[in-house]
């Protein structure tokens, strides 16, 4: 034999000796994933709670991202069934996708859930304005002012915006009226008004 075979003989060795090195470093039967097992996970995480659909949602909306929020309210509702806080949170999304009807409609169901529900009636009173029935929608901020005790300053100005709009229907701020959307808890959403 040359000097070729004598260099593959090496090469062989280097091999046999490197791959049994790698070896004695894994644990006994090969690479091992966290489950045991030396395939890739696969499927859904169980026994993990996931993040609840509403607050991924509030956070989507405060970020204005308006699709993303009604996925996530949607699976809310999945979790939670049509409780007042998916029904109102699902209006105010359309609403701010500019949904006028189905806003319309799911805030006025949230209402019927719960009369007392003070972000539905604002929000209701955002969708009246946006549509322009400025009478119903003074009414509307009137009782959801009354129910939070005049407490909510977004209420408040809604409220005030309505009164001048109903006052002086010539009224008109400049540019373009912030009305704000509130939610149960702390945080709001504004809307710009297409006044």
């Known amino acids: 034999m040359g000097p070729i075979s004598d260099v593959m003989k090496l090469n062989w060795v280097v091999w046999i000796i490197a791959t049994t090195s790698l070896t004695a470093c894994e644990p006994a039967g090969g690479f091992q994933g966290r489950s045991g ?12 709670q996931s993040v609840d659909g509403l ?3 509030h956070r989507l909306m405060a970020a204005g991202e308006y699709d993303l929020a009604l996925k996530a309210y949607l699976r809310g ?14 209006g105010s999304a359309n609403l701010a996708l500019g949904r006028l009807g189905q806003a319309e409609k799911l805030l006025r169901r949230a209402i019927e859930t719960e009369e007392t529900f003070v972000p539905a009636w604002n929000n209701l009173g955002v969708v009246l304005m946006e549509q322009g029935n400025v009478g119903e929608a ?29 006052e002086n229907p010539e009224y008109s701020e400049p540019d ?5 959307l509130v939610r149960r808890g702390p945080g709001e959403y504004l809307l710009l008004s297409k006044q």
């Not at 373009?176 to 704000?180: L, S």
């Open 138 to 166: 003074a009414r509307v901020f009137h009782t959801a002012f009354a129910l939070d005790s005049g407490q909510s300053a977004e209420i408040r100005e809604n409220l005030r915006r309505a009164l001048e709009k109903l």
């Open 77 to 90: 509702a999945s979790e939670h069934g049509f409780t007042v806080d998916v029904l109102s949170a699902l």
């Open 37 to 48: 097992s030396p395939f890739a996970p696969v499927g859904v995480a169980r026994g993990q």
């Open 176 to 180: 373009k009226a912030e009305f704000a």
């Open 55 to 57: 607050i991924v949602g």
